[in-house]
Every structure is written in structure tokens, then in C-alpha cells.
């Protein structure tokens, strides 16, 4: 009899992996299934940046590189946030982790534990919760709102904060809804923290170069008061369409430093070499690709969410930022998970019901508009089919 922990019967994962297995299998038995669930860029890796990781290859970088990442590449990402946000970073802060996801699980780590309470955006990415619950620490989640424009609320925030928080994650842009919450809010925010100088923040600011409609996104590191306790998750995998590559960076408060350096080392010891090359390329060649791709996505926006809302008892709010839509579904007499899964199984295309990202996902479902133009159309015609036939036999 094998004694696993029992931290395991309380970690979750990703449905969203569970969902692209099933249209994967559907696909593999004939039929056309549209894939709008999955959470990454249906664009290739440009050029430029592949070819980086083959020449680091063929020039012989194949060791263990340090296990905060080389320097050049951490100078770059410092270089890369003063030329976006101009603020100061010092490459002794920044860490290369091979993946965005890796940046959480560890502030998780150093911060969960049974006893402590760990704030968390809901609906949100499911992987905070499950990192949390992991621990033994309570995850206490943050609603985000509709009303809101699914950005989240200082105020509700902050009244979630007891002598028992330890960390407090948010995310802008945000994961499942597109949310982006606005600078005044942000403000508030920070202002509010002053009276909780024992809570740590980890800033999930994955999708930063992902907005539209002229919004800003405001990075919490132009916030000195909260520098010496302020987390920031941050990568290559969206920006650069770099999802494979598992690349990623954090930037730590001093004093957590050495503690997150001592995880790499425990764990994965150093990001693949050849993959660090990329990165440097990716941050200090041509932007050109990026901005190509973001405008790409802004007209897919458009195009979801004005057919979206043209279903029947559907409604959606346009999103500022990411790549996904948070369509209302509530009036249609579904419930979100049983709709998202007669949507793959009898209409031919893959969303994610609201409730795998937080109990106050339901009435929603996400759709990634990482897809060609003519896919959204044709997803779009078969929703509006299925929902139509489907209310006629109610
Ligand atoms: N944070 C958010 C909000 C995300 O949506 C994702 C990926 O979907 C990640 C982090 C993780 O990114 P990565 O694939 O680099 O681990």
C-alpha cells in the first residue's frame, strides 16, 4: 500500500486540458470539432526567436545554465520592463522559471500552509485554488464581476483581509473573463494595502501587452510602498506565442529572493539553455510580431463578441484584454458546465463551462478567440443552431 500524501486528494488541475483531450478524441473519431477552449495563441513562434534557440544549440549551449537564469537574458528583462512601464528592476530580482505557472507555485509554496488564508480572483485561473487547497491553506476567493467589467474591486477585496492573510493573487488582464481593471482601482488598491503590511501580493500580469480599445494595463510594480513585498508573474508564452517553450519570469521582493532561487535548485535546477536564447531574442528583437498578433486578436474580438451577443439569451461583455470572451449564458435555461459539454459533444465545439475557473463562473462559459476568423463564424453558426433547436424542443 503506497502512503501518498494527503495534500493530494485537495489538489486540482486544468479542465481545460481535460476538455482538449476530449475534442482531441472526438477528432480522432471523425468528427469537426472546433477548438475554442484551449489558452494559447494559435499563432507559430516567429521565426527570429526559433532560429535564436537552434544557433544557441549549434554554438553549444547545452550545460546547466545558473538556476535564476543567465544574466543577459535577466538584464533583458529588466530592460524590457523599464522600455514598458519605465520602472527600475534590478536583474538580482528577476528569476527565470520555465513557465508562468511556475511563478505561483512557488509564492503558493512560501506562503500556503494549514492555518494561513491566501486571497484569489474567482472566476480565476484554477490552478491559484488548487495550489492553494495543495498547502493546507484556506483560499478565500475574490468575486469578480460582471457589473464590474469583470475587473476586480478594491473594497471587496481588501474587506477579505484578516489577521490570517498571508497573500493576496490578482490578475489583470485576466483569465476567463478579459477583464481589465482599471488604474483607479488599482490605486485604491495599493493605497488600501498600507494597512496590511504583512500580505504579500502576487500580481499575475501574464496577459500585459494583451489589450485593446486603448486600455492601459497597469503593472503593480510602479507602486514603490509595496515593492518589498510585491510578486510579479510574468512570461514568454502568450506575448510571444511561446507556450511549449515553457518559459517564464518572476520578479521577487529581496528578502524571498533566495528562497525561490533554493526551489529552482530543489526542482527543476535551471530552464532549458537553448529555450533562455530564445527569450533573448524574443525580448530584444523586432516587437513587430507581437503587435501583429494583438491586432490579429482584436479583430477576432470584435467579431466574437458581436455574435455573440446576437444569440438568442446570450450576452456578452466586450473584453479589454486576453484573448478570451466570458459570454452570460444564464437566460438560456443552461447551466454552464452541461452547456459546454452538449456544445462538444452534439454542436461540435469546445468552451469551457465558468465553473471550472470558480464557483462564480456559473452562468458563464469561455471562449479563447485563438482561432481563425472563419472557425469563430462557423463555432458562432453552430452554437446559435444547437441553442435554437434545443429551446424549439424545450
Ligand atoms: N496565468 C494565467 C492567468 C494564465 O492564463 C496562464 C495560462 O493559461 C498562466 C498564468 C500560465 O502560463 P504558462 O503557460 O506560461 O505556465
Given amino acids: 500500500m503506497l502512503h501518498i500524501i494527503d495534500a493530494f ?3 486540482g488541475e486544468e479542465n481545460a486540458f481535460a476538455v482538449l483531450a476530449r475534442a482531441t478524441e472526438l477528432q480522432r473519431q471523425g468528427k469537426d470539432i472546433i477548438n475554442l477552449g484551449i489558452g494559447q495563441p494559435d499563432f507559430r513562434t516567429p521565426e527570429n526567436i526559433v532560429e535564436a534557440a537552434i544557433k544557441a544549440l549549434r554554438d553549444g549551449h547545452h550545460g546547466y545554465t545558473p538556476a535564476t537564469g543567465i544574466l543577459p537574458l535577466r538584464e533583458a528583462v529588466s530592460a524590457d520592463l523599464k ?31 494549514p492555518g494561513a488564508e491566501i486571497l484569489y480572483p ?22 469578480i464581476r460582471e457589473e464590474n467589467g469583470f475587473a476586480f474591486s478594491a473594497e471587496e477585496t481588501l474587506a477579505l483581509i484578516t489577521p490570517k492573510t498571508r497573500l493576496l493573487i490578482i490578475n489583470s488582464p485576466a483569465n476567463p473573463t478579459g477583464g481589465v481593471t482599471p488604474k483607479s482601482e488599482i490605486d485604491k488598491l495599493v493605497k488600501g494595502l ?4 504583512d500580505v504579500a501580493i502576487m500580481s ?14 497597469q503593472t503593480l510594480l510602479a507602486y514603490h510602498e509595496i515593492r518589498d513585498r510585491l510578486i510579479l508573474l510574468d512570461g514568454w508564452s502568450k506575448t510571444y506565442a511561446m507556450t511549449g517553450w515553457r518559459m517564464g519570469y518572476s520578479v521577487w521582493p529581496k528578502p524571498l529572493y533566495d528562497a525561490a532561487r533554493k526551489l529552482a535548485v530543489n526542482s527543476f535546477s535551471c530552464v532549458n539553455a537553448s529555450a533562455q536564447y530564445a527569450g533573448l531574442e524574443a525580448l530584444t528583437g523586432p516587437q513587430d510580431a507581437v503587435h501583429a498578433m494583438v491586432a490579429e486578436f482584436d479583430r477576432r474580438r470584435k467579431v466574437v463578441v458581436e455574435g455573440l451577443n446576437r444569440l438568442p439569451n446570450v450576452s456578452a461583455a466586450t473584453p479589454k484584454g486576453a484573448f478570451y470572451a466570458f459570454p452570460n449564458i444564464s437566460k438560456t435555461g443552461w447551466r454552464a458546465k452541461p452547456l459546454a459539454s452538449a456544445l462538444l459533444e452534439e454542436a461540435g465545439v469546445a468552451t469551457i463551462g465558468g465553473p471550472d475557473f470558480g464557483v462564480h463562473g456559473e452562468g458563464y462559459i469561455r471562449l479563447s478567440y485563438a482561432n481563425s476568423t472563419e472557425n469563430i463564424l462557423r463555432a458562432l453558426e453552430r452554437i446559435e443552431k444547437f441553442l435554437v433547436e434545443r429551446s424549439q424542443q424545450k
Fill in 122 to 143: 474567482d472566476p480565476g485561473f484554477p490552478i491559484y485554488r488548487s495550489m492553494i487547497e495543495f498547502t493546507g491553506a484556506k483560499a478565500v476567493p475574490v468575486p
Fill in 194 to 197: 498600507e494597512r496590511f503590511p
Fill in 204 to 217: 499575475d500580469e501574464i496577459y500585459a501587452q494583451m489589450t485593446y480599445d486603448g486600455e492601459v494595463h
Fill in 9 to 11: 486528494s485537495r489538489i
Fill in 83 to 113: 522600455k514598458r512601464f519605465n520602472v527600475e528592476v534590478s536583474p538580482e530580482l528577476v528569476m527565470i522559471v520555465p513557465g508562468g505557472k511556475v511563478t505561483m507555485f512557488m509564492a503558493i509554496l512560501m506562503f500556503g500552509e
